[in-house]
């Protein structure tokens, strides 16, 4: 078989790295991969959010299966147009991955369907902004509709706060089209947890229980990123998943059905857990990244069967067996990560990191530069460490970390601290 892995992300290198060990996986292919993956896949020079050329390609060689891993080529239609050239993919249409590409449709869709999310109005400009924020009160999150690579979210807490998010939101239209409209919602208090599940539009198999870091800082300080860290499994009590699944992810997928946009590829719902019960934050129309790093090397069976049974329409006759181990995900991020990420700094130490056993390192903005791995991007490696709890399992990743070395470099140091 023929694989295609669309992405350039330390979570496609995890999905490489599985897949290639796949029986029956004769030839894998990346677009447009990294130089991680380089070593498990022959990586094509093909934008992953160049739909058509994506899917041109697939069909020139005939690929038997793909799997995509960001979220733009989803939103943007990959599937459609696989779909139409009648070549196997797994992620959403782009019908259906409108619950990450738009917030809007998110927050009505959850409206329609009785799925318990924060209160929220959409506002077009800063008048209906500042009446929204005034009808919830402090604090206030502000959220642009579209897609706004995990940036288009404000927190505030302060009337300083917020001020500086409406200038930000509608005076120098920060996020373009992406934040015509924007939701002012109620602020939720809780912890929060991240639920991925694999499903066929009918079919709901949960992944193995995530959770991520999202600050740059440790105890959470500092800006939002993609993800500083991950942890799996996570402490949540089973009753709480089975409410997750119930109030939320079970009429998610059903309602997306009966409004014609059948989800089939991977839900992850970011949920907090509120005094009133577990509330929906936010959908992603596929794998999380940190998450997925974490995950995957728990998963005691061959995924490829998994994702093409999702894509089919068959994931009822599937089960998923989980490793009794943890995994710990510390993400180094280059100087300059989030806002300016440096690119050019020499990476030394990935050997020893990985000679260490127990240990795996995913790579995500890194280059080949005169025969040297250099810094090519925000969030640089997942290095992750096993082990039979997740302090273990950080320990692990921590000692692995020791032995990486580049200019700059930034990573959390409390990841899996505060989980046994
Ligand atoms: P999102 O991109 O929607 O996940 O938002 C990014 C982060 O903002 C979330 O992971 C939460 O930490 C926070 N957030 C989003 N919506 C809310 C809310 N209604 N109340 C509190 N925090 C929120
Ligand atoms: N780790 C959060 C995300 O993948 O969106």
Known sequence: MRVLIVGSGAREHALAWKLSRAEGVEELYAAPGNPGMAALAHCVPIAADATVELAEFAASLHMDFTVVGPELPLCLGIADEFARRG?????????????????????????????????????????????????????????????????????????DQLDEALVRFFEERAFGTAGERVLVEECLEGSEVSFMVLTDGATILPLASARDYKRLGDGDAGPNTGGMGAVSPTSLPQGLGTAILKDIVYPTVSGLAQEGRVFQGVLYAGVML????????????????????????????????????AARGDLGSMRAGWRHEAVACVVLAAAGYPDSPRRGDVITGLGPALALGGTLVFQAGTAMDEGHLVTAGGRVLSVLGRGVSISDA?????????????????????IGKDVS
Do not use: W
């Not at 005094?275 to 061959?302: H, M, S």
């Not at 692990?396 to 990573?411: D, N």
């Open 274 to 309: 509120t005094a009133d019960g577990p509330k929906l934050l936010e959908y992603n129309c596929r794998l999380g990244d940190p998450e997925t790093q974490v995950v995957i090397p728990r998963l005691d069976d061959d995924l490829l069967p998994l994702l093409q049974a």
């Open 394 to 414: 950080a320990a692990t990743a921590y000692q692995a970390v020791s032995q990486i070395h580049f200019a700059g470099m930034q990573y959390r140091r409390d």
């Open 87 to 159: 070549l196997a993919l797994l992620g959403p249409t782009r019908a259906a991955a409108e619950i990450e590409g738009s917030k809007v449709f998110a927050k009505d869709l959850c409206l329609r369907h009785g799925i318990p999310t924060a209160q929220a109005i959409v506002a077009r400009n800063l008048d209906e902004a500042v009446a929204g924020a005034r009808r919830f009160g402090l604090p206030v999150v502000l959220k642009a509709d579209g897609l706004a690579a995990g940036k288009g979210v404000a927190v505030c807490r302060s009337r």
